[in-house]
């Protein structure tokens, strides 16, 4: 099984949250995957952190092992159709969030990112 691992996880993991370093090493056994708009995401935190060469690398380290999930067509298909029903019900969750979870449900095994193979 992979974990499909979420922004907020890993901005914790790279300020050095025990309970969440822990969580995630534990996890790493089965596989940590990581969708490429979280990875979006954590890079605009890397260019406007107060030291971006330093946060860079800190999450080039944790990238190398890590899975990057990409949006295929089945992922699209899938934010289409939620994005659909929930709009019909009245609600409304955030464009990434919901690609970021439909990512989660789509087919696996993804393509590892290129720093993987240096694992």
Known sequence: MRYLVDTDW???????HPEIISRIQDLATEG??????????LYEGVFYSRDPQQ????????????????IDDETTRMFGRERGRLRAQGKSVGDFDLLI???????????????????
């Open 10 to 16: 890993v901005i914790h993991y790279l300020n050095g």
């Open 32 to 41: 940590i995957a990581l969708c490429v708009i979280s990875l979006a995401e």
């Open 55 to 70: 946060s860079e690398k800190g999450l080039e380290a944790f990238l190398r092992g890590i899975e990057l999930a990409s």
């Open 101 to 119: 979870g439909a990512t989660a449900f789509a087919p696996w095994p993804r393509r590892p990112n290129q720093q993987s193979a240096a694992f």
